[in-house]
């Protein structure tokens, strides 16, 4: 592991002093999760991390004016036990739950999750973000069974880790980022995200001297969940997650969001399969179809194709969990 600086400053002002203009100057250490696995694996060489473990202004909680406002430096457990989350964002917590390591969910914070880099294995191995070798790409001609089958075009394969985006996005939440000299940028999750065209970009809009500060979601009686499917219980990444929101009236639904996980280089709002629920009677038909709009215009990889009948699954019995219909397991 490379040398490197450790600051953990006690104001916010002072760790965004702390932080470079390029990527890979400085690096934010929130819970260390991901960060302390990419520094051993030698992808990550900063020469500076900058602690946030000090700024306990961005551990909070806590529901103000119709809106839950999460500090990006919340532990994952804080978001999946508070009451206001329980009650109104389900696909939050599931989500969260469905990480499978209480030591994440203990430790992991809010803002790590949604900045973590891609688990692709070429890249954790040291062949670039889009692994590459030679110019020739190592995910095409390889072994892809765990990448994208959406937004693949290139030269990224890889898909966003996030547990926490897809839920994010479908609930309409924001996100604030604030730079030097206090600069505040307000962000919707939908665009926080983005898939970068060279290796001198990240994964997200966020700029190398900022730090996110806050996630806010919005109480606006979404119906929502988020259904995962993974290879086996206990901590591992999923091949596919599915979060699906919509309002409900009278049985038929209406304002339909369907963003997907573990698909696409991030996550992947599917606009047919969210057009497709509204209104529409909320029942096992209308499930089963929203599950198959999901898989519109997916183009996958040669050892990804089953990816395609696990998001038809993973949506349909979104669907169903929203809406509270019981399902055989």
Known sequence: MKPFEYAAPN???EAIGLLGEKW??????????????????????????????????????????GTLHIGAMAPLAAVSENSTAQE??????????????????????????????PRCWYFRSGYGLFGQHDGESLVLN??????????????????HPSSLGPALIALDATLIAVGPKGKERTIGAGDFFKTPQNEDERETVLRPDEVVTEIRVPLHGLKNATYEVRHRQGFD???????????????????GR???????????????ASQSL??????????????????????????????VQLTKTAVKRAVLSAAGIEQEA
């Open 11 to 13: 104001t916010l002002e």
């Open 24 to 65: 890979g100057e400085a690096e934010v250490l929130a819970g260390g999760t991901d960060l302390v696995t990419a520094l051993k694996q030698g992808i990550m060489e900063p020469d500076r991390l900058v602690s946030l473990k000090n700024l306990t202004s961005l551990q909070q909680v806590e529901l103000r004016e």
């Open 88 to 117: 109104h964002f389900p696909s939050l917590v599931q989500a969260i739950e469905g990480i499978g390591s209480r030591q994440i969910i203990v430790h992991g914070t809010v803002g790590g999750d949604l900045c973590q880099r």
């Open 142 to 159: 390889g072994d892809n069974r765990f990448h994208a089958i959406f937004g693949n075009e290139g030269p990224a394969y890889f898909v």
């Open 237 to 255: 990444w999923p091949y596919v997650t599915a979060t699906v929101a919509f309002q409900e009236r009278g049985g038929t639904a209406s304002d």
């Open 258 to 272: 369907v963003v997907l996980g573990h698909v696409a280089p991030v996550p992947w709002h599917s606009e047919k």
């Open 278 to 307: 509204n209104g529409q009677a909320l029942n096992e038909p209308t499930a089963k179809e929203c599950g198959q709009a999901a898989i519109v215009g997916a183009k996958p990889l040669s050892g990804n194709r089953y990816k």
